[in-house]
């Protein structure tokens, strides 16, 4: 096992007690524009994807800040954002239709007392996967797994599981991440606090090509 790597669920997790929290609070997907927001994949390339693809996943944030960063900053050391591709994205706020059970790896302890390390939201994807598999199979049948993010561990993201959550969300609101509107300071907010920098897409004559955090104020003005 590598030094990255989390431990392999333990033989006796069926029996364990799971962290688990109800949850009927509202969540937030980046995706595009062009396609439904709530897309239950098993492409295999995914952190808790099933290993098998026996089941689908829907991953999103349990805020705007999440679903940002997991979007447009998913290869760590990214710190440049074009406005194509926000152009190209829109934010969907939802809600599941009856309350959740998951497993709350966001809570103290919860690590330790399944067994897991936070290499589990960090490492490679092949040992998370194992735990997805695990926690979907537990005799709780959760709905499936609240973590943080690994870009931003102060900030909760889910995955559900397909075949246990029902399908049909309720949308709450949908808007591109460039829009007018009150998503527009909710992106200065974003590209302040992470120190991004907003790069035009298309060059723009008398307006400079790169946009950094402090001078992001055109975006609230459009």
């Known amino acids: 096992m590598s030094q990255r790597s989390c431990p392999v669920p333990p033989a006796d997790l069926i029996d364990r007690s799971l962290p688990l929290l109800e949850f009927d609070g509202c969540m937030f997907r980046t995706h595009g524009l062009s396609h439904p927001p709530f897309h239950f994949g098993c492409s295999g390339f995914n952190r808790f994807d099933s290993p098998d693809k026996s089941y689908e996943v829907l991953y999103a944030g349990l805020d705007p800040f999440c679903a940002f960063v997991e979007t447009f900053a998913s290869a760590a050391g990214t710190r440049v954002i074009t406005t194509e591709a926000l152009k190209e994205h829109a934010l969907t706020e939802f809600k599941a239709r009856r309350s959740l059970r998951l497993v709350d790896l966001t809570q103290s302890g919860a690590l330790v007392r399944v067994g897991a390390d936070g290499n589990l939201f960090a490492g490679d994807h092949d040992i998370p996967r194992l735990w997805s598999r695990a926690f979907h199979d537990h005799r709780e049948k959760v709905d499936g797994i609240l973590y943080p993010s690994r870009l931003d561990p102060i900030r909760r993201a889910v995955a559900l ?39 035009e897409s298309r060059v723009v004559v008398g307006r400079k090509p790169v946009m950094r955090a402090a001078q992001t104020s055109f975006i609230s003005e459009e």
Do not use: N
């Open 161 to 199: 599981f397909g075949d246990r959550v029902p399908r049909r969300m309720t949308e709450l609101s949908r808007e591109s991440w460039y829009a007018p509107g009150s998503l527009r300071q909710k992106l200065v907010e974003i590209i302040e606090h992470y120190e991004f920098e907003l790069i």
